[in-house]
């Protein structure tokens, strides 16, 4: 290996129509970029001086590039530290398991097919280890970069989670609750590692290729995506890394050179199912929101295809029967759709399948699933106009919703911002301790969606990007009024052979 550094049938019944409910207010992040950065190593003080530091960190202009590039962020599988319930930190006693292995190998299969460029990978075992499996039979070595070590937790690592709790009691519970402003032995390690992760960039995108495969931890890999998407050290632990989950990025040069364009084309895609029971940063969840993008519809091959009142073609019908045998085994409550035809197409067929599930002896009484309609998560006539005006609407392009106009961006962001208030109240509203709801809609409304999850603002709208019949998970281990926990965004394993390949351009060109 090159080494960078040396250190270490319809039973659903009537359709309901939800009314659209006003968003509270709350403090949004700002997107403008900071072109000088404080160079001090004194921990800032003052909660003004904190939230200065995060800005920072995620602010920083990257380099420019020549020519786009795709990144592919995988964790490790699981290790021995990890199955036993330990703090690993950056050390290096742990391996990974039989199942760890296996995980790997599925990856491997995964990517198996992807001409990739350049392999990055961390030092440690458990990561290297990782690595080679995925990297096969490749010609080209392996480096390893210290930087993308785990996250150094000092005193913590090697400790079970519960003699972490007993022996450092406030220090551990801030760790769990407030990380971004955890200290431990004069360390404030969330910010170290968000400034090591930027580091990190400097180093992958410096380097000639256009297909990079990044091997390495949970920790570093939420600070890589947070970093190159501009978000801060509160993120941490707000976008999930499962072991050997994939991530995607996309760097599209600018005409006028500076920092690229940065897209968000998945982020963790699985070997296991993401709908399966677990926890969200370590916590069990009873709440949670699907996002589920409509089919495919008839004319698909036209650029605004999923924007006009279609009903799907035969591959979106697949992709709605997919998704919901996907989601049999989970107790869904309802199904939010937009009227658009192929929405309520695709929330049908979920709905079916979902009343049908525990209907498999024949003395079963059908399970109601209630289907409602909201029109405010009917986009398409918002965006329509506007992405005709451009020379490429293509909804197949990461980074395509940068193509609107901020009149646009503006109304479809008010817009999502109501729907995202209804379907929280959805989601508080009956006695039920677990609760699932389903939203069906076009891939900007989720988009959307998930970054008023995050907190962010409309300028934001073009760093994620979504496929037809793609699912995003969003867990709530504080319930609806909490922090929402991105278990994955885009994720269409479950769709087989009609999948969208997790490393390809869904563009046919050479600059994705």
């Not at 403090?27 to 995060?54: F, G, N, Y």
């Amino acid at each position: 290996m090159i080494s960078l550094t040396q250190a270490p049938p319809l039973l659903h019944g009537r359709v309901h129509y939800l009314p659209t409910k006003r968003r509270t207010p709350f403090i949004v992040r700002s997107s403008s970029s900071v072109q000088e950065i404080d160079k001090s190593s004194q921990p800032p003080t003052t909660a003004e001086d904190r939230e200065l530091r995060s800005e920072l960190y995620a602010s920083v202009p990257f380099p420019p590039i020549k020519a786009a590039k795709r990144v592919v962020l995988v964790r490790h599988g699981q290790s021995t530290w990890n199955e036993e319930g330990r703090i690993q930190g950056s050390s290096d006693f742990s391996v990974l398991t039989k199942k760890g292995e296996a995980q790997a190998e599925t990856s491997r299969q995964m990517l198996f097919d992807d001409s990739f460029d350049v392999c990055f990978s961390s030092p440690l075992i458990r990561s290297k280890r990782t690595a080679e499996i995925i990297w096969g039979n490749r010609e080209e070595e392996i480096i390893t970069d210290s930087d993308l070590r785990e996250i150094d937790l000092y005193s913590f690592q090697g400790l079970l989670k519960h003699e972490g709790k007993a022996k450092f009691g406030p220090a551990y519970r801030q760790w769990q609750v407030d990380a971004a402003n955890f200290n431990i032995d004069g360390h404030y390690p969330v910010r170290e590692l968000w400034a090591r992760a930027r580091n990190c960039w400097d180093a992958i995108l410096a380097h000639e290729s256009k297909s990079v495969l990044v091997v390495a931890h949970n920790a570093v890999n939420q600070a890589l995506v947070a970093t190159a998407i501009g978000l801060g050290t509160e993120y941490f632990r707000g976008l999930l890394q499962s072991n050997c989950g994939v991530s995607v990025l996309d760097f599209t040069p600018r005409a006028e050179g500076g920092s690229p364009h940065i897209c968000l084309n998945r982020l963790n895609q699985t070997p296991n199912s993401p709908v399966a029971a677990g926890s969200s940063a370590g916590r069990k969840t009873s709440k949670r929101i699907i996002l589920v993008c409509q089919g495919s519809t008839q004319d698909a091959e036209a650029s605004f295809s999923n924007l006009g009142d279609l009903p799907m073609n035969m591959l979106g019908v697949i992709q709605a029967q997919k998704t919901a045998e996907l989601l049999l085994d989970q107790k869904v409550s309802a199904v939010v759709c937009s009227p658009k035809n192929a929405c309520a197409e695709t929330a049908s067929i979920i709905t079916r399948v979902q009343e049908a599930a525990d209907c498999l002896g024949a003395d079963c009484v059908p399970r109601y699933v209630e289907m409602k309609k909201l029109q405010d998560l009917d986009v398409a006539e918002i965006i329509q106009h506007s992405l005709k005006d451009t020379n490429d609407g293509s909804s197949q392009r990461p980074g395509w919703l940068n193509g609107l106009n901020d009149g646009v961006t503006s109304t479809l962001w008010e817009q999502s911002g109501q729907a995202w208030s209804s379907l929280l109240t959805e989601l508080s509203e009956g006695a039920e301790e677990e609760k699932i709801i389903v939203a069906v809609s076009h891939p900007a409304a989720h988009i959307a969606l998930m970054g008023h999850c995050l907190n962010l603002t409309k300028e934001w709208l073009g760093t994620f990007h979504l496929d037809a019949g793609s699912i995003s998970v969003i867990d709530f281990p504080d319930g609806p009024t909490g922090r929402g926990i991105i278990r994955c965004i885009n994720y269409t394993a479950h769709l087989g052979r009609w999948s969208i390949p997790i490393t390809r351009s869904t563009v046919d060109d050479d600059s994705f």
